[in-house]
């Protein structure tokens, strides 16, 4: 048997929680790739535990390799792939991180699980954002979803109801529930005319919603200057542009700090069709 997961050293770990977040999908603001890379430079004593070489199992087209040219002589490929750091963070933690492979999903989701119960995980938590009908001026929302309705109960707000395409990383969600492992999706709730850009006040988001929900605690007091940078300029943007100043203002004024399940989905379909 081939295996999708190499685990490349043995690191001593307790209960660790791994937090997976997967680029390829949608993931507004950057959020869940940010977080998570944010996360894996922040823990205490990070080191590489495992990867996946996506060479055989990734689009190369959309997902490209990348060489490193010294002197004009071509020293090196570099073949993407998912890696697993592992270290502290109030506790010990397993950052997965990567592009979404293209091939083998129930392999490769079926392999992190394994990867969990090998360390003793009880908690897998995945990341992400989601184009949301909000305004920024409001605090960022972070919805859940969850392996189980015990589970659901422990993480609220929840999103309540969704049918359609998903990502490799909700599989893997789903693979750690049926597991045994209980499982959590975060997804921050960026606002919709800033899912293009990549948003510090979502990373923020999600990384204080993940201490609350699996004591995964790390220093956000670097991501308070980039918020508020971020915040300034996004004011700035909409002040000079008179058409996303009517639309913000619409948004103050329903203050709709959190949508409702319905609106979400729409959001979510319209963001898919001018993706594709």
């Not at 004593?45 to 060489?67: K, M, S, Y």
């Amino acid at each position: 048997m081939t295996y999708v997961i190499e685990v490349t050293q043995e690191v001593p770990l307790d209960a660790p929680v791994v937090v997976v977040a997967l680029s390829g999908w949608v993931d507004a603001g950057t959020a869940g790739e940010a977080a998570a890379r944010y996360l894996a430079e922040h823990i205490d004593g990070g080191r590489e535990l495992a990867r996946v070489d996506l060479a055989e199992i990734a689009d190369l087209q959309a997902t490209r390799p990348t060489i490193e040219l010294i002197d004009g002589v071509t020293r090196n490929v570099i073949w993407p792939a998912v890696t697993f750091t592992a270290g502290r963070a109030g506790r010990d933690v397993i950052v997965c991180q990567g592009p979404e492979p293209s091939l083998r999903w129930k392999a490769f989701a079926g392999e992190v699980v394994d990867l969990a119960r090998r360390f003793g995980a009880p908690m897998v938590v995945t990341l992400g954002g989601m184009p949301s009908p909000v305004s920024h001026r409001r605090p960022m929302g972070v919805l859940a979803t969850a392996s189980s309705r015990s589970t659901a109960q422990e993480v609220n707000p929840v999103r309540l109801d969704y049918s359609g395409p998903t990502g490799a990383q909700t599989v893997v969600q789903v693979t750690a529930g049926e597991a045994g492992i209980s499982a959590v999706g975060l997804w921050a709730q960026v606002p919709h005319y800033l899912s293009g850009t990549v948003s510090p006040v979502a990373v923020r988001a999600l990384l204080s919603r993940l201490r609350d929900v699996a004591r995964v605690d790390v220093d956000l007091s670097p991501l308070d200057q980039e918020a508020s940078s971020y915040h300034e300029q996004v004011e700035a943007t909409v002040q000079a542009r008179p058409d996303l100043a009517e639309l913000v203002s619409g948004l103050d004024a329903q203050a709709q700090e959190i949508p409702t399940g319905d609106e979400l989905a729409s959001e979510i379909e319209e963001f898919l069709r001018r993706e594709g």
